[in-house]
């Protein structure tokens, strides 16, 4: 292989790794979206999770408690539910995208507040 095959292989990888990692940050939902997936977070997330998510019927939601989980498998959790459990799926409710977003806050701590709480 020649020098210029292994630079365009190189730049395409580098290509592939930078689509990957923004793929995995959520866009950012409307803000009328926004209130209205905190509003679920804190209402209904947080009638099992805890009102201020830090635990109950549901583990804590918070980011200590999520440090290390893959952000994969909370979305899939959050989407699909739990089979056997309490945690129903909220698919019907949100998208990918809007679960990762939530997910993504929580990770770091920012939950999204309610307007006008």
Known sequence: MGADAVTALARGVALGMLLAATAAVAAEPPPTRRAELARLLHDDCG???????????????T???????????????????????????????????????????LQAG????????
């Open 110 to 117: 920012q939950a999204p507040a309610v307007p006008g709480r």
């Open 47 to 61: 009638a099992c999770h805890g009102m201020t998510l830090q635990g109950g019927l549901g583990s804590p939601l």
């Open 63 to 105: 980011a200590a408690a999520l440090a290390g989980k893959p952000r994969d498998g909370l979305v899939a959790t959050v989407l699909q539910g739990r089979p056997g459990t309490a945690m129903p799926p909220w698919q019907p409710f949100m998208t990918q995208d809007e679960a990762l977003w939530l997910i993504e806050r």
